[in-house]
């Protein structure tokens, strides 16, 4: 079964203070790893693509990295409006349609 | 453009009201689906829709009818509703994989109707 485990939970970060943020999984043939950002009461923005081990993106302060077992939210010298949920999702094939399978994410605050 | 957008923003209905979702986008994508969004929880997937046709039920009570009328609008019908289904419902779309492109599927979602049952 194709499963996501974010870590930590939450995380609270001082503005500037680096940090990561884990997404582990299991998936029989990876098509392709996602991450999202959610703000209170809105819908996920999509952020990254990954497709293979190796795979590297970059947006503004954000970076994205993926291995075989786990995929990394690199966040550089955050500010208080990077505080939000991260989400991390895997593609699945079921029932011959595509479908998401989320991890829990991960609450960030970082405060000023 | 990667928009998708919905309707209504809020809702409160009563348990014996029928209303209805919208969800709309113009990105010819030919995937479209319904998610429910509880507080502190991530999208829990629906209903999808693959060229326009009902792909994927998952087991979602009878009181919420999806319809597919174009490849750009997807409604959610609403109808005896209980107070534990409120909750944040989110629509999203996306591509559907092809042999040139069989990687791209990310989803795009829309900001959500936030729904409140009484």
């Known amino acids: 079964e194709d499963q996501v485990t974010q870590s930590p939970e939450a995380l609270r970060l001082q503005e500037g203070e680096s940090s990561s943020l884990n997404c582990s999984y299991t998936?029989?043939?990876?098509?392709?790893l996602f991450w999202y950002r959610q703000d209170p009461g809105k819908g996920p923005e999509f952020l990254f693509t990954?497709?293979?081990a190796g795979e590297e993106k970059e947006k503004e302060r954000l970076k994205a990295t993926l291995t075989k077992k786990e995929s990394f939210l690199h966040i550089t010298a955050p500010k208080p409006e990077d505080s939000a949920t991260y989400l991390c999702?895997?593609?699945?094939?079921?029932?011959?349609?595509?479908?998401?399978?989320f991890g829990q994410g991960t609450r960030l605050t970082i405060n000023p | 453009d990667t928009e998708v957008t919905q309707t209504p923003k809020h809702l409160v209905m009563g348990m014996t009201n029928k209303k209805s979702l919208k969800c709309e986008q113009h990105?010819?994508?030919?995937?479209m689906y319904w998610y429910k969004q509880k507080a502190k929880k991530p999208p829990e997937l629906m209903f999808v829709?693959?060229?326009?046709?009902?792909?994927i039920n998952e087991s979602v009570p009878s009181r919420f009818s999806p319809e597919c009328p174009n490849s750009s609008l997807l409604n959610l019908h609403l109808h005896a509703l209980q107070p534990e289904d409120s909750a944040l419902y989110l629509c999203?779309?996306?591509?559907?994989?092809?042999?040139?492109?069989?990687?791209?599927?990310?989803?795009?979602f829309g900001p959500g109707t936030r729904l409140t049952v009484t």
């Open positions: 999702a895997v593609q699945a094939r079921i029932q011959g349609a595509q479908k998401l399978v």
């Open positions: 990954l497709y293979s």
């Open positions: 829709y693959s060229y326009e046709k009902l792909s």
């Open positions: 999203a779309s996306s591509q559907e994989p092809s042999g040139s492109r069989p990687n791209r599927y990310e989803q795009y």
């Open positions: 998936v029989s043939g990876l098509r392709g």
């Open positions: 990105m010819g994508h030919r995937a």
